[in-house]
Structure formats: C-alpha cells, structure tokens
C-alpha cells in the first residue's frame, strides 16, 4: 500500500490532523516557553485524547471517519480561536471604534456563515457533494506545521543529549568531620514571604509571634535579610552556582538582553556547583517543586514529590482556549483547588520526610507556591473561591481590607504548617539542617523605588551543633557555601552582598544593581 493513500489523498485511511493541530497548538506553547518535555507529556496526551474523542463523535454522525475528522479539527480550532478573535477586535476596536467595529463583525459574522450555507444548500439542491478541504492535505497540513514547531528546538534537544553543562564539572573537596554522616538539609522556600517590616508597612500584618516561635525553636531569625534578586528564577540559579548570574559562564551572555531565558536558568540551578557538592557528599536530592516549572531543581532530584497538580504552563494552555471558560462552569474551583493541593501537600510530604528513617542524608528542597499570588488559601487551608481566569492576575475586585485580610489568612495557614514541620522535624534522633526562607520579597503594586519592597525576604534558620551560624541572615547566595563549610568541610569563599532589580520575570536578565536594597520612598 502507497504511503500517499494512507495519509494523503481525499480519503486516506488514516485521519491524523484533528490530533496533530491540537499537538501543534500544545508543542508550540510548551517549547516556546522552554519546558522539559517530560512535563509536555500529560497535556500532549490530554490534547490528543480530547481530539480523537471529538473525531469519534464526528465519525459517528457523519458516519464517515473523513467527514468526523473534519467536524472534530472544525471544533478544535473553534475552541483555539480564542485568543485571535481577542486580538482582531483589538485591532477594530483600536483603528474604528467600538461601535463600528460591532457591525464590521455581525456584518462579517452573517455574511460568512449566510455564504457558507448558501454554497451547502446549493450543493445539496443539485445533487453534488458539498465542497469540503481533502482530508489528505489537512493531514500533510498538520504534519508539515508539527515540524515547522519542532525543528527549530532540535540543536537544543541534542545539546542536552549531548551532556551540555551550564557549570564547569570542578567540584570543591568535601572533607566531612571525624568521618560522620552529614546531617539532612531541609531548605523550606515560601515563594514570596515578605520580610516582617514589609508585612507591617505594606500590608499592616503583624507577624511578631511566628517570629518568636521560631526563636522559641531555636531558629536564627532574620531582622534585616535581603535576596541578591527579585524573581524566583535568577534566585535560585545564584543561589545554587553560588555566585553572581554575571560570573556565572552559562548566563554572562546573556546578561542585559532581553529574553524569559527559562531554560538557561533552571540548568544553572540544576546542573550547578551546589547540587554537585552535595552529590559528593553523598546526598539524596529531594524536591516538592512549586508548579512553575522555570523555577525548579527537578532536573537533579533523585526524588520529585509532585502530586499530579495543574502547572503553570497547562494552566497557559488553557487560558489562551474557550476551554478555561468551560472550566468554569463546570469545576469554578477547579484553579484554586489544585494550587491548595500542591501547598498543603507539599507540607504534608515535609512531615513524612521528618519521620521517614533513610540511609544516606538526604537534601529536601520544598519551594512552596505560598504566600506567592494568588492568595489561595483560608485560615484553615481551605481553598478560596477564585474564577480560573482571574488566577494569575493581581487581585483587582478586593478593597485594600479584604487584600489585607486575604494576606492574613494564607499566612495564618502557611505559619501554622511551618511550625508543625518543624516540630516534627526537631523531634527526630538527629534533627536536619532547617532552612526557612523566601527567594525575593512582597511584588505586587511595588513603587519601582521601594527597593526594600522587592528585596527584603523571610530568613530563618535552625543549624544544630553550630548555634549562630547564619545569625548574621545571609543573602540567597551565600547561604550555601556557609552551610557547606560548616557541615561538609568545604573551603568556599564567600560574596559580597549585592542586589539586581528586573523590570519582569519575563526579562529576568535585563538587570539593574541597585546601591540601596533599603530604599523606601518618602511619600510611602
């Protein structure tokens, strides 16, 4: 049998462009944004299923599977046409107006769909097949735009085949004391905790008495900490090369151009000197990554704690479709619910580590989406009523009370979770290293002089068998080789403490330094 009669043709045996334009509108998102693709896989799959559903049931009423296939790639683009039709009327309404640009579109509307069933009920009059596009040439169609998406990532996919480092393989010496096991390091990541003075000034919350608690449990408790940055992702990639994104040779390049530089970064966090030095150690690497997935070590875990929650890219692939709309009426929740999930249960996996017996030292990296936008929690842990919409936008429909009140009610949980894990934590025969800070400060509605604002973080920490370690609240890129030299015998020199502000996470390296992270302005 030819190839040409199986996917080309009017009448190919095999009916492919429903599932591969739904692939194709999956792939580009995804590679667009530098995802790991094995983080691709569960949309790619929900996508296709989702096709071949709707050619089935074209298939079953055109009782052909051509005509079926047709009707199911039909529904598919009518369900992507979202965010086209959103930019045609922009476009009218910017250039003619919004009453003109009503009747461009009804005219348009009426006059397409009146000519469409013009030339069906003419057709049908004279007895002939109503004209329709060959099935074969919307399969080539689909093959042809799969590659056009995909060939261009293929020299990067072969670099990471290929073994590609963002860091030299030179690893520092780990002499351990007296030859003993290291103890387990438990870095909690409240993604954007603010400082307790930016609580007060910005939010009007006193957070006082968690403070305490963790002095009470013997927790170093910052009083003037600072991140080196103040996006999530260059955080993590300094704090873990342990060094300045400019002295990093992955990302020097790259410094001061514009770009999201996803990937770039999440290898210098991975593939980095940190995670290497605890691989020498002899460390399991352990993660409850946040469900961004620009910002993650997943990459190097022998273990990722992810439950199966939505992330931040299928809830893109969503929101860009009519399907979120859908969403909503079905499951108006639905958002919410599963960011809740990935919270509580990542708190949940901390108190099972603390009480789980391991053989080696285990290295728990939990970034924990919280109290991070959107505030999605109540004081219980239970999820908020939020429209899937409105998930990643700022907050707009509360008053300044009920945001304050929101705030309060997520850290109340968020707290009360952290000093049960700690707790369960300390009560183990030989309690970890304890870790509890934020990778940047409060973002929202930030004066761009309110550098105190993006920088001043949460910093807390429990060493044992070295009271006072980090007493002096070390920024993000510090904290590590302080930490490796005491408990691994390392001899990492230390930075000088400077700050860079971006403009967005979307532009995370057009990067300004800024002389003054206390900075608040004086009609603030």
């Known amino acids: 049998m030819r190839w040409g009669t199986i996917i080309g043709g009017d009448r190919p045996r095999l009916v492919l462009h429903p599932m591969l334009l739904t692939s194709a509108y999956v792939l580009n998102l995804g590679l667009s944004n530098e995802v790991e693709l094995t983080y691709l896989a569960r949309p790619l799959l929900v996508a296709i299923a989702g096709a071949l559903a709707l050619t089935m049931i074209g298939w079953a009423a055109f009782r052909n599977r051509w005509d079926g296939a047709l009707a199911a790639t039909a529904a598919t683009l009518l369900i992507l046409s979202l965010v086209p039709l959103l930019l045609f009327w922009t476009f009218l309404d910017t250039t003619l107006g919004q009453s003109v ?226 969403v909503d009426v079905v499951w108006p929740a639905a958002m919410t619910h599963s960011q809740r999930n990935r919270i509580v249960r990542a708190f949940d996996d901390l108190e099972t580590f603390a009480g789980a017996q391991r053989n080696s030292p285990a290295f728990f990296f939990a970034h924990i989406p919280a109290p991070h936008l959107p505030l999605v929690l109540d004081a219980e842990g239970e999820a908020r009523s939020l429209p899937s919409r409105a998930f990643e936008a700022p907050p707009t429909a509360m008053t300044p009370a009920e945001y304050g009140v929101a ?48 920088f001043a973080n949460l910093f807390a920490a429990y060493t044992p068998g070295a009271n006072s370690l980090l007493a002096d609240t070390p920024t993000p890129l510090n904290l590590l080789p302080i930490l490796f030299n005491r408990y691994l015998g390392t001899d990492l020199s230390l930075s000088p403490d400077r700050y860079f502000i971006a403009p967005g996470d979307d532009h995370p390296l057009l990067l300004t330094e800024v002389s003054d992270p206390e900075r608040i302005p004086s009609q603030r």
């Open 101 to 326: 640009a009503t009747v461009v579109v009804a005219a348009g509307l009426i006059g397409g769909l009146g000519g469409v069933s013009m030339m069906m009920l003419s057709a049908i009059r004279r007895g002939r097949p109503v004209p329709r596009p060959p099935a074969g040439l919307l399969n080539v169609f689909a093959v042809v735009l799969v590659a056009i998406i995909c060939l261009p990532h293929v020299p990067a996919g072969l670099r990471d085949v290929l073994g590609a480092k963002a860091s030299s393989d030179e690893t520092p010496e780990v002499r351990l004391r007296g030859g003993a096991a290291p103890p387990d390091i438990v870095l909690i990541m409240l993604d954007g905790y603010p400082r307790a003075d930016v609580l007060e000034r910005r939010l009007r919350i006193d957070n006082g008495p968690f403070r305490r608690a963790l002095r009470d449990r013997g927790f170093d408790v910052g009083e003037s900490s600072r991140s080196n940055y103040n996006f999530t992702s260059t955080t993590l990639a300094s704090m873990f090369q342990m060094n300045y994104l400019e002295d990093t040779p992955a990302i020097q390049p790259l410094i001061g151009t514009d770009g999201a530089y996803r990937k770039a970064l999440r290898d210098a966090a991975a593939d980095s000197p940190g995670i290497r030095i605890l691989r020498a150690a002899g460390y399991d690497i352990i993660t409850a990554p946040s469900g961004w997935l620009h910002a993650s070590i997943a990459a190097a875990a022998d273990q990722v704690l992810d439950h199966g929650e939505i992330t931040n890219v299928e809830r893109k692939l969503l929101e860009l479709t009519w399907l979120m709309d859908a």
């Open 407 to 454: 705030w309060s009610e997520e850290l109340t949980y968020v707290n009360r979770r952290v000093l049960e894990v700690v707790d369960a934590l300390q009560s183990a025969p030989n309690p970890p290293v304890i870790v509890v800070m934020s990778d940047h400060g409060y973002g929202l509605e930030a004066h761009p002089e309110d550098t105190q604002t993006h």
